[in-house]
């Protein structure tokens, strides 16, 4: 199985501010890789996918990067909307599988 | 709009199977793939498995022969049944739509095991 690393495991942000989550692959996963922001309760709503291609609905403000096995995922100006878990997921090879999550918190 | 809702007991015993349903609006499971994936408890979350348009399935290998996906395509739904579950199978199920990657998902049922 592909192991997914995820960091932080929790982020203090305050309103505006610029945050990055990174996913490193075990292995190559050639752009595979998918982020979510799920809040409390809530189904997880799936971002970006292959990488860098925002979901129609998803704001600018979000993006991801990376190649190989090190990718990316950034916030810029956060918004109180955007407080929320956020995962990694990997879909290059069965079984699909995700980081660990990151929690952003407001500061 | 493309909708799921997951339901089912949400208290099963050790020993015993768990068996939960996905009932989809606004889209057919006669296309594309459809799946569960769980979160368990502390936040990590596993594909368990999917059904694909024809019917065929596949299966996360960690679950080995307690898993089986099944579908009902006349009432648009589609189940999942795991055997011989333990503590360790506490978790929030999910279903989800399959459109590379995971697209549309249910919000989840909680599901404990415990006598």
């Known amino acids: 199985d592909i192991q997914m690393t995820q960091s932080p495991p929790s982020l203090s942000a305050s309103l505006g501010d610029k945050v990055t989550i990174t996913c490193q692959a075990s292995?190559?996963?050639?752009?595979?890789i998918a982020w979510y922001q799920q809040k409390p309760g809530k189904a997880p709503r799936l971002l970006i996918r292959?990488?860098?291609t925002l979901e129609s609905g998803t704001p600018s403000r979000f993006s991801g990067s990376g190649s190989g096995r090190d990718y990316s995922f950034s916030i810029s100006n956060v918004e109180s909307e955007d407080i929320a878990s956020y995962y990694c997921l990997q879909y290059v090879n069965l079984p699909y599988t995700f980081g660990a999550g990151t929690k952003l918190e407001l500061k | 709009e493309v909708q799921l809702q997951e339901s089912g007991p949400g208290l099963v015993k050790p020993s015993q199977s768990l068996s939960l349903t996905c009932s989809v609006t606004?889209?057919?499971?006669?296309?594309?793939?459809w799946g569960w994936i769980r979160k368990f408890p502390g936040n990590k979350m596993e594909w368990m498995g999917y059904?694909?348009?024809?019917?065929?399935?596949s299966y996360n290998p960690s679950l080995k022969s307690r898993i089986s996906i099944t579908r009902d395509t006349s009432k648009n739904q589609f189940f999942l049944q795991l055997n011989s579950v333990t503590t360790e199978d506490t978790a929030t199920y999910y279903c989800a739509r399959w459109r590379v990657p995971w697209d549309y998902w249910g919000q989840g049922v909680m599901v404990t095991v415990s006598s």
């Open positions: 292959y990488t860098s």
């Open positions: 059904i694909s348009y024809s019917g065929s399935t």
């Open positions: 606004g889209y057919s499971i006669t296309s594309n793939y």
């Open positions: 292995q190559n996963i050639n752009k595979y």
